[in-house]
């Protein structure tokens, strides 16, 4: 084992120490470390832009272009805009110490489910040195403690970042060995850590497709990753044309590269000729390409200054992440529901409807994290939901659907009081 | 791919269509079918048991031992009792359809959790046939379409129950495909179902050490599989005594053989001498043999008519399953904390005593899914928390901790209910 493997592991077990402790620490004094982040952003932030300078420099001379550049980049503005995002998650309730469903037994225990932390979290990231930031606070008030693991180009920003924090937690009282950083950027060690199962608790990886595949095909722990979103909007045959107009065009081009984007949308038959040029205007107008099925094509082909193209079988059920969307003339609420089941990946489906069966069914029988009757799936979003903050999206069923906030990150123990009850 | 790997991948499918359907069942429909299902557990014994007879013949002659043997025979009071659990379980609450943390978002968005069921869920399990039926009566009364895959020694009495399952659910208006049996007993489909991950959103493994291990090691999918329990009981200096002996006694010899059963008891120095040899006689009397440390074999070695052994390493965090203890003296409460975080599986944990203070802080800093205060660790089960049965007891932190109810599975999906919000 190298001298890496060695530091490795004894930061996990230090760590993983600490995560006792970090179980059952006061709201005050994690309320007190994520104000400490947030001040000492503002009051070192020279220091941490000096780190940055580097890693931009670097960044630079190696070609990374512009829009990396900018994910990379540190400004007075930027750690300012990040002290604000920790003070809101100060703000936030704290997640631990909630009891759920405390009853008596006819024995008289008393047995109820405490909210505790995971324990240790991994964040694997890549870039952006605000995610150090975004997920300490978060793992931080929830009480779990944390490893961190940044990409090579932001090292210097996160070397800084991280620091900081430490620094900031221990004068909060939080146990030493809380939050840890892993310096070696060497990749066998991001290996060696998913398969430290007895020591870290959940893995969260932050950063590009290439990166979460290898994060969930190698890691023995359990994985909470965003999810690809392959969102649809259904405009009902009762749908109100202004309603619907106004979701269909905030869905796609509200911001066109999230998960929660509107990738596919089915019309009604009966309504298709009169509101698709209306929609189709609209997205036109805002710079979308449409990908068009027969039916909608024969529609909007006469109307002008469109930019139209046939749909290909390769539209349906694709994350577009761009002004890009399919649209698809439906004959009924089954069709539209069996294409979302067939093509959705389970993140945000909508229904525009004045039908209240139809949006009944709708929330019944659409299988997806987050189900909308007459709102746009760019609600979908941690913040937007009022959890405050979000580590990203899940589309799996186990744990945790939808966003991320603090208490999907945290797991409960049944506390039993008794008074000398065994069993008969 | 073999005729038998096309059946599996039919029945997989079919049951995955079902299960949408499933999902929105009506709480009546289930409690048919369940009543259906104890109605013709006692209406078709005849066929039932006659099935159950080949097994049995077969397993016998093939040299089956005979607690084995016990485990895989029914007989008409067996069929009874089994018909009653069904009832009981449609007795239950419909966990189902149930809606959390609903509220008004200031933009007038209503959102809130509605709890939904998994989808498929898969079931390998070995020997006891009313396995079939417990997992059925589970999974169906939350609206999970199932999988059923039994051992090949109880293969006419699984195929017997899973028909007999199967007719009761049509009857009472399930969809077709909601039960799913599979028939073939060769091994490789066991592997090849483990690797179903777009169809089966959960692997249930119900057996012996090796076949979870299989399972864990091989499910592409979640698996919830029951956990090691090694149970510490700690009695504090404060204790009273006959609590302390009457959960020792009860938390080791009730039923040894099972998860939730003592395995190491740490008495405190100041009263182990005066309690520890009351414990040891009726532990004894019991006819538990005891594995001391140097200072427990010190105060019990006067004692007459004790089995008594000198503890070796391996006896901490050892999990017994019989009639075997391991005690130790500690110095404080600390070192009894130290103790079971470091050998505990984070099943079961109890505490004996009457300060206010240790039990407090025995609730806060033991990490495991059910920590006692002056209770026996036996109580850990699904029917004596009040859950009315259970799938298995979960040793992890994510999803589901301690007993696998009904809610537990269950998953959610965010209903947003709009009247044409966008995001601004």
Redesign the interface.
Same mark, same amino acid.
């Given at each position: 084992m190298g001298t890496a493997d060695t530091e490795l592991e004894l930061k996990v077990k230090a760590a993983k120490a600490a995560s006792?402790r970090m179980? /059952?620490l006061s709201t005050d004094i994690k309320n007190r470390a994520l104000n400490n982040i947030a001040g000492d952003l503002l009051a070192k932030s020279n220091d941490i832009l000096a780190a940055n300078k580097l890693d931009y420099k670097a960044a630079e001379e190696s070609g990374m272009n512009t829009a990396m550049l900018d994910r990379l980049l540190l400004t007075e503005e930027r750690l300012k805009s990040m002290a604000q995002d920790v003070m809101a998650v100060a703000a936030l309730p704290d997640p631990i110490g909630e009891v759920i469903e405390m @009853?008596t %037994?006819p024995n008289g %225990?008393v047995?109820g489910k405490?909210r505790?932390p995971?324990?240790v979290i991994g964040a694997i990231y890549e870039s952006r040195p605000n995610v150090t930031i975004d997920i300490s606070s978060l793992c931080l008030k929830s009480g779990n403690a944390i490893i961190l693991r940044g990409g090579k180009e932001s090292i210097h920003s996160n070397s800084a970042l991280s620091k900081l924090v430490q620094e900031a937690v221990t004068r909060a009282g939080m146990p030493d060995g809380a939050v840890q950083f892993i310096e070696d950027t060497d990749r066998t060690l991001v290996n060696r850590m998913l398969k430290m199962g007895s020591y870290i608790? %959940?893995i969260v990886p932050r950063g590009g497709a290439g990166l979460i595949k290898f994060v969930k095909e190698n890691a023995v722990m359990?994985v909470i990753a965003g999810g690809i979103g392959v969102c649809h909007t259904y405009i009902d045959k009762s749908a $109100?044309m $202004?309603?619907a107009v *106004?979701?269909a065009? +905030? *869905?796609k081009v509200?911001r066109p590269t999230v998960c929660n984007a509107l990738d596919s949308l089915l019309v009604h038959k009966d309504i298709a000729g009169n509101y698709l040029p209306h929609i189709a205007a609209e997205l036109a107008e805002a710079g979308v390409e449409t990908h068009c099925d027969e039916k909608s094509l024969s529609i909007l082909k006469p109307v002008s200054n469109l930019k139209l193209a046939p749909a290909t079988d390769d539209d349906w059920g694709k994350e577009f992440l761009s002004l890009v969307i399919a649209i698809k003339v439906v004959s009924s609420f089954d069709e539209a529901l069996e294409h979302i +089941?067939r093509y959705g990946s389970g993140h945000s489906e909508a229904i525009v409807t004045e039908d209240y069966d139809s *949006?009944m069914r709708f %929330? +019944?029988?659409v $299988?997806? *994290?987050?189900? /909308?009757? +007459?709102? #746009?799936t760019? =609600?979908?979003d941690g913040a937007? =939901?009022?959890l405050g903050a979000e580590l990203g999206i899940s589309t799996q069923?186990?744990?945790a @659907?939808?966003p991320i906030g603090l208490k999907e990150i945290t #797991? /409960?123990?049944?506390?039993? =009081? !008794? #008074? !000398?009850?065994? @069993?008969p």
């Amino acid at each position: 084992m190298g001298t890496a493997d060695t530091e490795l592991e004894l930061k996990v077990k230090a760590a993983k120490a600490a995560s006792r402790r970090m179980s /059952y620490l006061s709201t005050d004094i994690k309320n007190r470390a994520l104000n400490n982040i947030a001040g000492d952003l503002l009051a070192k932030s020279n220091d941490i832009l000096a780190a940055n300078k580097l890693d931009y420099k670097a960044a630079e001379e190696s070609g990374m272009n512009t829009a990396m550049l900018d994910r990379l980049l540190l400004t007075e503005e930027r750690l300012k805009s990040m002290a604000q995002d920790v003070m809101a998650v100060a703000a936030l309730p704290d997640p631990i110490g909630e009891v759920i469903e405390m @009853r008596t %037994l006819p024995n008289g %225990l008393v047995i109820g489910k405490r909210r505790v932390p995971l324990g240790v979290i991994g964040a694997i990231y890549e870039s952006r040195p605000n995610v150090t930031i975004d997920i300490s606070s978060l793992c931080l008030k929830s009480g779990n403690a944390i490893i961190l693991r940044g990409g090579k180009e932001s090292i210097h920003s996160n070397s800084a970042l991280s620091k900081l924090v430490q620094e900031a937690v221990t004068r909060a009282g939080m146990p030493d060995g809380a939050v840890q950083f892993i310096e070696d950027t060497d990749r066998t060690l991001v290996n060696r850590m998913l398969k430290m199962g007895s020591y870290i608790d %959940l893995i969260v990886p932050r950063g590009g497709a290439g990166l979460i595949k290898f994060v969930k095909e190698n890691a023995v722990m359990p994985v909470i990753a965003g999810g690809i979103g392959v969102c649809h909007t259904y405009i009902d045959k009762s749908a $109100d044309m $202004d309603k619907a107009v *106004a979701i269909a065009l +905030n *869905a796609k081009v509200q911001r066109p590269t999230v998960c929660n984007a509107l990738d596919s949308l089915l019309v009604h038959k009966d309504i298709a000729g009169n509101y698709l040029p209306h929609i189709a205007a609209e997205l036109a107008e805002a710079g979308v390409e449409t990908h068009c099925d027969e039916k909608s094509l024969s529609i909007l082909k006469p109307v002008s200054n469109l930019k139209l193209a046939p749909a290909t079988d390769d539209d349906w059920g694709k994350e577009f992440l761009s002004l890009v969307i399919a649209i698809k003339v439906v004959s009924s609420f089954d069709e539209a529901l069996e294409h979302i +089941n067939r093509y959705g990946s389970g993140h945000s489906e909508a229904i525009v409807t004045e039908d209240y069966d139809s *949006a009944m069914r709708f %929330l +019944n029988e659409v $299988d997806a *994290a987050c189900v /909308y009757v +007459n709102a #746009s799936t760019r =609600f979908t979003d941690g913040a937007q =939901f009022g959890l405050g903050a979000e580590l990203g999206i899940s589309t799996q069923k186990m744990h945790a @659907r939808g966003p991320i906030g603090l208490k999907e990150i945290t #797991s /409960y123990k049944w506390i039993i =009081f !008794g #008074s !000398g009850q065994v @069993r008969p």
